[in-house]
């Protein structure tokens, strides 16, 4: 069974650096791609980003680009989302997901109902 743990969200203020961490295992990395979801109370969850299983394809959601970087680490089973210059906006519970793909496949999906396993979340905290 595939199990997907994020660590790293914390409090950080505005301007500041955090960098997440999504541990899979049960399965290898190599056959999924892996998205970073975020969600605030009342409002939909959204996309922030995700990479392909070969990490050739990577995508970012528009509020993200050039503050947020995707990478991963197949031989740790890992998936990091490093996010500098954080703003208020950036809050939420961050949640990672992966999508079954072929061996260092290029795929990302394009759709959350591709996403067919979840992490628990860690929460970030965006405030002066």
């Known amino acids: 069974q595939l199990l997907l743990v994020e660590s790293g969200g914390g409090l950080v203020q505005p301007g500041g650096s955090l960098r997440l961490s999504c541990v899979v295992s049960g399965f290898s990395l190599n056959y999924y791609a892996i998205g970073w979801f975020r969600q605030v109370p009342g409002a939909e969850r959204e996309e922030v980003s995700c990479?392909?299983?070969?990490?050739?394809?990577?995508h970012y959601a528009d509020s993200v680009k050039g503050r947020f970087t995707i990478s991963r680490d197949n031989a740790k089973s890992t998936v990091y989302l490093q996010m500098n210059s954080l703003k208020i906006d950036d809050r939420g519970v961050y949640y990672c997901a992966s999508a079954p793909s072929s061996y260092n496949g290029d795929w990302c999906p394009g759709a959350e109902f591709e996403y067919d396993t979840w992490g628990q979340g860690t929460q970030v905290t965006v405030s002066s």
């Open positions: 990479i392909s299983s070969s990490s050739k394809t990577t």
